[in-house]
């Protein structure tokens, strides 16, 4: 099957090959030219600076690589060319937020040479959008020099012109990367994850930096250089023994981004790091992806009603399997999820060297049976290779795991590395596991599989280059509300991430809780949210495979469920429509297969009214509105399912009033009259 990637558009390239060693300075402009990009070559350094809307964002910053057992490669560089040229085009991706993506910039590269022995190449490569920048390093092959190197210290400085207010997860801890978000001054940030978002409201100016492309690199954290102030330097994820990267010439680095917009909810509009990434091999399989819905024994097991270990509490058993098919196959559902399934959960797994089997079944869940019956009902089962970080042991399982499952049917797998290190010792955000991650992912396209990944490395975008790279988690997502010791997540958070780890990619969060009352396994824990923001959650937390995350039971003759069952998870366009990062988020997406539009409306602990004009709507059309809303009394703390279910006329132009109570939202479904 042949990929559906199409380039449309004009390819306009103006290209100027200089031997101008006299050259250093340089300005490019963003196409519409609002980004403003200086570089300038001085003997200690190439250096770049950042504007936006003519207001400066990063004061002159440093570039640069340390490299292990060879002097830095920074300094005493030369000119060797320039190239700058623009383009202009837009490409469809097999599924995302939007049908098409237009990709419009202007490029400099410049090559660069060390004057002094051992006279090592480097060059820059960035490209200016009219929403920020992206830059990376490359190293050419340079002929009587080695070929390997190990990566020391990558030298980008982030020197910020001001003290912004930024909202980060610190690297370096144990949860990896699922922590709630935290709200500072920039000068308090010591080091920080990507993407990590920034904003000073009143000079009008939101950033987020991250990068893209992380194919066979560490991951970059953000490290402030001196206590209290406000240059930053990337940190590379080392490696267990200290060393950052291994590289193989010639390389790329991966792109450092900085999207830039006037208010924080317009970073949510941006495509600037998918567009970094490259596209699919020309001949990629894409017959088997499909974007979709799922359910599955999980969230039982989070609020202690069940469990994964064997034995009386048992989640996984064939009968209940049974259950979630038979109840899936009456909606809108793809896929049935059992996790426990398989041998080797006994006790504290999270604890021990991996016990499990990816290839055999635990007692009481017969796999062939699960799997023929969800074919007979039309939808499938989602395989589960929880590895509990021990990566060595599953990657000696793990091609036989992905074929068994090739052979029952399943067509997507969620991927676990519950763990503080990996085999140990490394973190989850080095090179060790970029490279198993990538094993994953080919491996699950070799035998037809899509991938849902949690507690994996950060997404940089790499879903436009392995199309079977679904969704993540790698985010605090709704288990913490089930069972976490801390109690649960506050009401904030589904506002915070959209605009923080969400500018990275798609995120598994789970929504779609309706029963809140299991405080007699959890007399602590709770969601919260209302019932009506669970729904929206569906439209303001973007992913292609989105679970129903309840029991079947909670579901069984709700009419809120109809919301689940029609929201699609593909779309034509989106666009978030108004929001302030952890106050509220109001985001409408079109379905990419017909002309419904999807509302989805959040506010933290405060209640809200916000003033809703229907402008995205196709003009002259008139559409019934199906609003899922808080009812009257509705509060997340203490009446969080009081909902109700309005219908009405509305056309573009018009305007909707959304009264969302303390912890609530609205899910509003527009349907096309004739
Ligand atoms: C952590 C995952 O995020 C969660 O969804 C899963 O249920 C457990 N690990 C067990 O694999
Ligand atoms: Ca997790």
Known sequence: MRIKFII?????????????????????????????????????????????????????????????????????????????????????????????????YQQLILGLQETTSPERLINYT?????????????????????????????LTEFAFDRNFSAWWIPAYRDQRYEYQYLNSALSSVDVAHTPFTLEDKQAGIAVAIHEAALVDYASMTLRNQSDNQIT????????????????????????????????AVDLLNSSLVLNLNEPPAEN?????????????????????????????????????????????????????????????????????????????????????????????KGLRLIGHHETAAGISYYEQQMAEGFSLYQKLGVQSVKMGYVGTRLDGKEWHHGQFMVRHFAKVVKTAAANQIMINAHETIKDTGLRRTYPNLMTRESV???????????????????????????????????PGIFNFNYQKYRPHNRVPTTLAKQLALYVTLYSPLQMAADLPENYADHPAFAFIDAVPTDWQKSVALQGNIGEFLVTARQDKHSDRWYVGATTNEEPRVISLPLNFLEPDMTYRAIRYQDGSGAHWENNPGDYDIVEQQVRAGQSLTLDLKAGGGQAIEFIPLQ
């Open 232 to 263: 930053f330097n990337a940190d590379l994820v080392p490696w267990a023994n200290g060393d950052k990267a291994y590289i193989r010439l010639p390389f790329n680095s991966p792109w450092r981004t900085i999207t830039v917009a006037e208010k």
């Open 8 to 104: 449309v558009g004009l390819l306009l390239t103006m290209a100027i090959h200089a031997n101008a060693s006299e050259d250093k300075y340089w300005r490019i402009l963003s196409p519409d030219e609002q980004t403003e990009l200086e570089v300038k070559l001085e003997p200690d350094s190439l250096y770049y600076r950042l504007s936006s809307k003519g207001k400066r964002l990063l004061r002159w910053s440093k570039l640069g690589l340390a490299l292990k057992d060879a002097p830095p490669l920074q300094a005493n560089l030369h000119l060797t060319s320039t190239d700058i040229s623009i383009t202009d085009q837009s490409w469809q991706p097999v599924w995302g937020e939007h049908a098409s993506v237009a990709n419009h």
């Open 476 to 510: 605090r997502g709704m288990e913490y509300n089930g069972g976490s010791p801390d109690t649960g997540n506050l009401p904030n958070h589904t506002v915070i991430i959209p605009f923080t780890r969400g500018l990275a990619g798609p995120i598994d969060f789970t």
């Open 126 to 154: 960035f490209r200016v959008f009219n929403d920020g920048l992206g830059f990376r390093y490359g190293l050419p092959a340079n002929d009587g020099q080695p070929k390997q190197l190990t990566v020391a210290e990558e």
């Open 284 to 376: 990629v399989d894409i017959s088997y992806i499909k974007p979709g819905k799922y359910m599955g024994i999980w969230w039982e097991m989070h609020i202690g009603e069940k469990d994964w270990s064997p034995g009386p509490k048992q989640g996984a058993t064939t009968e209940r399997a049974m259950q979630y098919i038979d109840f899936a196959s009456q909606h809108d559902i793809d896929g049935v999820l059992v996790e426990g399934w398989n041998s080797g959960w006994e006790g504290n797994w999270w604890e021990r060297t991996p016990t499990f089997s990816f290839t055999e079944a635990t007692q009481g869940f017969d796999i062939e049976k699960v799997s023929q019956y969800a074919k007979d």
